[in-house]
């Protein structure tokens, strides 16, 4: 059983409603993801927010762990694989770019530790997936140090509240460990292409949990900024 998979298969027909046509504000980074990605693209755990239809490769594929979700994306004519980015069912050197957008902090297990294992895995395969020169985009939320040292801290309380709504542990990891896992792995010219910091909009309310529209809090209380990191493989 895996409680991610479940999770999305059971809530896909409503993530469009809550979160894609709201993410339509994200347009300027779907520009950039667009205009970054060359060659045979891989993007893993849904497209990217904003998606121009008329501008994608016709060399696209997307991979997802739940096949409710990939069906959300029915309308793109591309090849739709079923699969976890912790084990990619790909061959070795076989695509020029991976995107990972909103999909990293659902990478998780049973615990924070696991969710940090989890990355590295992914980023490992898409290491062995992407061809020499290869691209990795990365666009996700991210946390400051301090707020991603608290999280880590009190994930088994988290945990705890989120199974008891039937949602499965998230966890939003900080730059910092994103850069330190990238190199890592081997990746190179790690570049942060936006730097857009929501953190200082306190007030604002958000409903930071897919699956609880009714958990809405200032920003304060979870200080989350979008990141899109582009780092790339050796020759
Ligand atoms: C928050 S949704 C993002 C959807 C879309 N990319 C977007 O930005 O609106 C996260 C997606 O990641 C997928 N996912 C989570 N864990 C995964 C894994 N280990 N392997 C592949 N896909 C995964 C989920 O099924 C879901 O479709």
Redesign the pocket.
Known sequence: M?K??D???LH?NN??KQ??DK?KGDESVARIIESKATGRIL???????GIDPQTISTDLTL????L???S?WSNFKIIKIC????NLPLTDNSFDTII?????????GETAHNARD?IVD?LNEAYRVLSPKGKIII?DFSVSKWIYILELSLSGLTKRFLAYNNIPLVIMHSLDFYNDVLLETGFLNIEKVITKDNSKNYFEIIRPI?GLPWFAIPRILYPLSPLLLLAKKKE
Not at 43 to 49: E, I, N, R, S, T
Request: proline fraction near 5%; hydrophobic fraction near 50%.
């Open positions: 895996n991610t998979k999770f999305f298969d896909a993530y469009k979160f894609y993410a993007c893993v755990g849904g497209l990217w927010p991979l997802d762990l739940s409710g979700m990939l959300l699969g976890d980015a912790r990972f957008p909103m999909i990293l902090h659902h990478v998780v989890g992914v666009f897919i």
